[in-house]
């Protein structure tokens, strides 16, 4: 009977139930310091973008550039006015008194501002798709000019409904053209704010079964 027990005994297998689950507390920690660093990445990283896509990023960028250096140069404030008449004030001056005329505070710093901005967002969503962060820079240049052809189009909207703008008795920016641009512009500031990168194929995680 002892020689019994004792091959039980030796055939009976070490109990150990720690030993299987030692390694999921290390993967489970290495897993969440991975989850900022990825989220992180997610926007500073730079995207490769499409053909469709670098063609809209430079038709709409060198359109807001040419509208801002339209703005501080004095020969081509009589296109923005639409009023060959009128004889207005040369660069961002010119700019400010428009303005005023449509109830704007601060007119002249307003107008710098305008100016200032549609230069460095019009050029910044041009470089946008060659720089890192091509996420977070394609929407930081893209919500400001949504935002300034919202205001634009308030101005069409006006003109549409009997209501033009008056400077010094004349009535300005009745421009058939404005209206159809300024929406495609704010369209395709949208599109950006809504997608600013192109899309990627994304990894999906599967489980995979651990032998023991």
């Not at 990283?45 to 060198?62: D, F, H, I, K």
């Not at 550039?65 to 207005?88: C, E, N, R, S």
């Not at 004030?89 to 601060?106: D, K, N, Q, V």
């Not at 421009?175 to 500031?189: A, I, K, N, T």
Request: charged content about 15%; proline content about 8%.
């Amino acid at each position: 009977m002892n020689s019994r027990m004792r091959h039980q005994t030796q055939a009976a297998p070490p109990l150990n139930p720690a030993r299987p689950s030692e390694g999921q507390p290390q993967r489970a920690r290495q897993v969440r310091s991975l989850a900022p660093r990825v989220r992180r990445d997610f926007w500073l990283e730079r995207v490769p973008e499409t053909a469709g896509r670098y063609q809209l990023r430079g038709v709409t960028g060198v359109i807001f550039m040419m509208f801002g250096l339209m703005k501080a140069f004095h020969f081509t404030l009589p296109i923005l006015v639409g009023a060959p008449g009128l004889h207005v004030a040369t660069g961002a001056e010119g700019f400010a008194r428009l303005l005023a005329a449509l109830g704007s505070p601060f007119p002249l710093l307003n107008a710098w501002m305008v100016i200032l901005m549609e230069v460095a967002c019009g050029l910044g969503l041009i470089l946008g798709a060659w720089t890192p962060a091509t996420r977070l820079i394609t929407r930081l240049c893209a919500l400001p000019m949504a935002v300034d052809m919202m205001g634009a189009l308030s101005v069409g909207v006006r003109q549409v409904r009997g209501m033009p703008v008056v400077l010094d008795g004349f009535p300005i920016m009745d421009q058939f053209w404005r209206l159809p641009l300024e929406v495609s512009l704010l369209l395709g500031m949208v599109f950006l704010l809504w997608r600013p990168a192109a899309r990627q194929e994304t990894l999906r995680a599967v489980s995979i079964p651990m032998h023991e």
